[in-house]
């Protein structure tokens, strides 16, 4: 995602699957704060067996990093939002080289304007991952948004990327925090619905 934390962080690189070993293009002049490998790769250990054939929504997508390693791993299809245009070409350029251009969409939306445009083509997605600017608020607004418009399917994943100390609530609506895991600065928390019909 693209946040004015860091600056010059290059060298990401895909951990596994197809396309392991890739390293991704970062923005230029711009500060940035993509999800580390140490984190994805966290991430995707956990995940590891809802990826295969899934379908994948990623919000404030900034490099494409996360939703480029699901589709390593399997993940049938992607959908990536960000609404900065340089990280928006940046995403293109780094789908293509790991060759998934065909198995993904670029949104080039503020996020709450992509949900309900996703809403309104009934999309569904299994697993979603968010990562908004830390300490911005936008974390239960999009959870709530996502609810609202049905994009999360009644057994999906998901999962909210936040600085340790600003830590989303344990329950938004009918999405329940299940499990949170932190790495340096960074936490991990997991949602499903509350019960399994959503």
Do not use: W
């Not at 991704?24 to 067996?49: C, Q, Y």
């Not at 304007?113 to 997605?125: D, H, S």
């Not at 999009?142 to 999906?156: N, V």
């Amino acid at each position: 995602m693209v946040n004015q934390l860091r600056k010059g962080i290059s060298g990401l690189r895909i951990i596994a699957g197809s396309a392991r070993g890739r390293t991704l293009k970062s923005p230029k002049g711009m500060s940035t704060r993509p999800t580390t490998d140490r984190v994805r790769e966290a991430l995707f250990n956990i995940l590891a067996h809802q990826v295969p054939d899934s379908k994948f929504l990623d919000l404030f997508s900034g490099t494409g990093a996360v939703a480029i390693e699901a589709l390593s791993r399997g993940a049938a299809r992607a959908v990536l939002v960000e609404k900065d245009r340089s990280a928006a070409t940046i995403i293109l350029n780094n789908l293509k080289l790991c060759g998934f251009s065909e198995k993904a969409q670029v949104l080039v939306l503020d996020v709450q304007r992509a949900i309900q445009t996703l809403g309104k083509k009934k999309e569904v997605f299994d697993l979603i991952f968010i990562d908004p600017p830390y300490k911005h608020g936008h974390e239960v607004p999009t959870m709530e948004g996502i609810e609202r418009q049905g994009l999360l399917s009644p057994h999906g994943t998901l999962v909210v990327e936040s600085n340790k100390s600003d830590l989303p609530p344990d329950l938004v609506g009918r999405l329940a925090a299940y499990r949170r895991e932190k790495y340096g600065d960074t936490a991990l928390t997991f949602y499903r619905y509350d019960s399994p019909g959503g």
